[in-house]
């Protein structure tokens, strides 16, 4: 397998800016803010009308963690079903219980109607809030899982690397391992060659103005400071740089 640049998204709009700068696949998302959420299924559907990219779906209700309520994990469900019945190439989704251990009965619902359709399993970050990489890389496996999005229980990737590296010794032969979080085209292949991965996920982000998020005294700033006009979305260009990179 090549090297893959994988692109975080927030919109359609930030789905072209990747295929711009010649990403193959992408991490569709809503609401990146929070960390990432179930798209719209219009949203997928229009890019995959539209752009030749392979697309992953996250399945996630709220933000913060990934212990979800019976009433949020029904939703999940369908919004499963939804995303891949307009065209997603997979899913991305995680589910743990109040003491970090592997939810199991959950995960095996949604990879039962993911692997159902014949679409890819990715298991997102909630790995990094998992009680052991080890034990947890096992039960993935097990299950059936395509692949694995981690930072090495780091808040950045290339501070997780010695994990990342470990993770892929051991366990790279039977799960793809793609290292997300503050890759960009200055580490992403350093981290690569440390790491013997061939995976990697990043943003490539930039902030766009909207000079009606603060009006009248009324906030809708998703940002502080200078950036409090703003919002993030894709940049074709770092994608492109990143990609020359990775593939170098």
Not at 24 to 30: H, P, Q, S, T, Y
Not at 97 to 121: F, H, P, Q, T, V
Not at 192 to 215: A, F, L
Not at 222 to 230: E, T, Y
């Amino acid at each position: 397998m090549g090297s893959i640049v994988e692109i975080c998204c927030g919109s359609y709009y930030d789905a072209r800016q990747a295929a711009l700068g010649g990403a193959k696949r992408i991490e569709l998302n809503g609401a990146l803010m929070l960390g990432g959420l179930t798209p719209t299924a219009a949203t997928v559907a229009m890019v995959k009308e539209n752009l030749d990219l392979k697309v992953i779906s996250m399945v996630r209700p709220r933000g913060a963690g990934f212990c979800y309520l019976d009433e949020e994990f029904a939703v999940m469900e369908r919004e499963c079903r939804e995303v891949l019945e307009a065209g997603a190439d997979g899913a991305a989704f995680g589910c743990l219980k109040e003491d970090g251990s592997m939810d199991e009965e959950k995960n095996k619902r949604l990879l039962d109607i993911i692997k159902g359709k014949g679409k890819e399993a990715v298991f997102h970050r909630a790995f990094d809030c998992a009680n052991d990489p080890f034990e947890t890389m096992e039960l993935l496996i097990a299950m059936g899982v395509d692949r694995v999005l981690t930072s090495g229980l780091k808040p950045k990737a290339f501070e997780g690397r010695d994990m990342i590296r470990s993770l892929q010794e051991r366990f790279g032969g039977r799960i793809q391992i793609l290292a997300g979080s503050g890759v960009n085209a200055g580490n992403a292949r350093d981290l690569m060659e440390y790491t013997g991965i061939s995976q990697v996920h990043s943003s490539c982000k930039v902030w766009r103005n909207d000079p009606t998020t603060i009006k009248n005294g009324v906030s809708y700033s998703i940002a502080d400071g200078s950036l409090a006009m703003c919002y993030d979305a894709v940049s074709a260009q770092l994608v492109r740089e990143l990609v020359e990179k990775a593939e170098g």
